[in-house]
């Protein structure tokens, strides 16, 4: 069988793969918070006892766009956007220490501030609780602040502070969940350190940083791409029947 047959095979499922990454992205061009992933491939020889004329397509992860979205106001008191670089420490539903740039927070009926998706925000003192209270605010620096239920308006509780972090980027990844975390040969063997230095900005969300007109064009140029490899291992068949035939005539 002609080899060609597999090198527009490999190059189909590749384009398939890099269609499923944009097509993600595009699904989350709305979603507060998110950061698009790269996806590309790159020509691998076949190396052996022959002349290098075959090349297949193998994946490349090279991984994800960190840049920041756009800020978008909300006025709602616990809607935060971290301001610059920076991430927003939170516990995944396995007990890790993830981050995210997603700042929609909610208060769960035991006092729990949670993400929408259910991970529970974490303080400097670990998850942060909060006691009933009529008012709250959060401070440019994290600092979470209320008017206990039923208390003066002017008697103002300093709870906790949201935990920033600012790893390396080089050292972060995107894990199948959507949250960043840092790479395993990065991982430093306990919590990952608060930077003070951080500040984020009340009522605010950031919006995700996924260009979709970019992301279509993308998927269009690969759908074209994909048709370009089935015809190779269309004409690849009918050279393989052509080649039968005249053995057949023999």
């Known amino acids: 069988m002609d080899k060609a047959l597999y090198i527009g095979m490999s190059g189909a499922k590749q384009n398939m793969l890099s269609q499923r990454a944009h097509a993600n992205n595009l699904a989350n061009v709305n979603t507060t918070g998110f950061k698009r992933d790269f996806a590309q491939a790159r020509s691998m020889p076949v190396f052996g006892e022959h002349f290098p004329t075959r090349a297949y397509a193998m994946t490349e992860r090279p991984g994800t766009d960190l840049s920041a979205g756009s800020l978008m106001q909300t006025g709602r008191k616990l809607d935060v956007a971290v301001k610059g670089d920076g991430w927003l420490s939170i516990q995944n539903q396995q007990g890790q220490e993830v981050f995210t740039r997603t700042g929609s927070l909610q208060v769960d009926v035991n006092g729990l501030l ?9 303080g400097n003192g670990g998850p942060v609780a909060l006691p009933p209270y009529d008012k709250i605010d959060i401070g440019d620096d994290g600092t979470i602040s209320i008017v206990p239920a039923g208390g003066d308006p002017g008697q103002v509780v300093q709870i906790d502070r949201l935990k920033l972090v600012n790893p390396p980027k080089d050292a972060l990844e995107k894990g ?20 003070g230095a951080l500040r984020v ?17 993308d998927n269009l140029q690969l759908s074209r791409q994909y048709e370009m490899q089935v015809k190779v291992m269309r004409t690849a068949q009918n050279n393989s029947e052509a080649t039968a035939r005249l053995l057949q005539n023999l």
């Open 114 to 122: 949670r993400l929408p998706s259910g991970e529970m925000v974490l």
């Open 176 to 195: 199948e969940d959507g949250f960043m975390r840092r790479k395993p040969d990065q991982a430093l063997g306990g919590p990952e350190p608060a930077d």
């Open 201 to 217: 900005a009340s009522g605010f969300l950031e919006s995700s940083n996924v260009n979709a007109v970019e992301e279509m064009i």
